[in-house]
């Protein structure tokens, strides 16, 4: 997503348009985006686009709900581990359909599963631990610093990302929203730290994960769908060794977090994917990324509404400060490059 609560994935494609920011897969890695091909054209039209870009936000908005709602039957790791196993299915079922292969170089496979541990395996580990204390309005809205994080990487690990007054000012004013969201000017007074650390860690994950990815990835020539199935595929077994190791087996399957486990799996690291790389594809990545700000309006709405969650003033203000910033840190792009989509 992007910073977003899906799986961003790793594009091979060589990029073609100036560098953006470290925020997002589509600032990190600009590409071109192929002609479609005519028979993919009629299922497009068939639900146009500004319907899947309503799903879209649907999807990612609710995947904190789902994470909050997996985590009351299963540990962190077990709802982390669901979701990728969820995800990666609904890919490689569409890798097949496709008659695509995976990756076979050795050294692509190796990178992908450092791309893995930082788009895939700590930051979803990380919102799911943190929303044992925090509310999933919180760490939505934590999930939105991800660009902030992103721009102020960039300028350290990016020699060619210089930054601008504007996206300098864009920063500061992000980060002055998280202050505001957290009630600094009260001492953090009923915030927990340590699971709202644990979010905004997640959100930093992306971009040093889109940073590894651009300096090492770039140019070995697989499609968007191959590389992501592959790194969740590689994200599967890191979690497959690690959660036997820290967490026990659940005593029973509670349907209701089963289900959020599912969808957060199927819909927001599988399904969404697809939609977004659709969108960018068809209406290009200005519009398509707009959906970045969908996201936390959705999934605090989807918190107090559903999970009665509390919801103070300086919350929803705050988050408007953060987009606010967020928006600002987006570099100018040349509106010929279609970059590739994340699924977070």
Known sequence: MSTTPGAPTASATPSTSRPGSAGTATDLHPTPTPTPTPAAKPARRALGWPVRFAVLSLIWGFSFLFIKVGTQGFAPLQVTLGRVVFGALVLLTMLALRRERL????????HLAVAALFLNVLPFSLFAYSELTIPSTLAGICNATSPLWGMALSVVALSEDRPTRRRVAGLGIGFLGVLTVLGAWQGFAGTDLTGTAM????????????????????GSGQSHLAMSSAQLLLAGAQLAVLTPLFTTAPTSIPLLPLLAVFALGALGTGLAFLLQYGLVDEVGPTTAQMVTY????????????LLHEQLSWNTPLGALIILAGAALTRPHRSPSTRPHPTTD
């Open 103 to 110: 990756p076979r170089s050795g050294r692509t496979w190796g």
């Open 199 to 218: 979010a905004l860690g997640a959100s930093l994950c992306y971009p040093i994960g889109w940073i590894y990815v651009r300096r090492t990835l770039a």
């Open 294 to 305: 969908f996201v936390p309006v959705i999934a605090t709405a989807a918190g107090v509404l």
